[in-house]
């Protein structure tokens, strides 16, 4: 992965404790977090899960209208960066 990520590269995954869905910058690949919906411990993927709002084309066979991304949008939980980073 390359030191300098574009702001708005976003990967997304799900908690494994809670299930919620989850969208983080790409800069916090392969680094430990804490789950903003359930506090669990959890390691941020380099690549975002299938079935995610970030995952990429052919991921998944169906991919979702936009509609259905607005939707999954409303129930994502954005991981922020905070100072350190």
Do not use: Y
């Not at 709002?53 to 169906?62: F, L, M, Q, T, V």
């Amino acid at each position: 992965m390359c030191a300098q990520v574009d702001a708005t590269t976003f990967l997304s995954f799900v908690c494994k404790a809670c299930h919620q869905e989850i969208e983080a910058p790409a800069g916090m690949a392969r680094r430990e977090a804490e789950c903003p919906a359930c506090g669990a411990i959890i390691e941020v993927p380099d690549t975002s899960e299938p079935g995610t709002i970030w995952a990429k084309a052919g991921a998944e066979p169906d991919r979702p209208t936009n509609e259905q991304v607005d939707a999954m949008k409303s129930r994502t939980i954005r991981i922020e960066l905070n100072d350190q980073w």
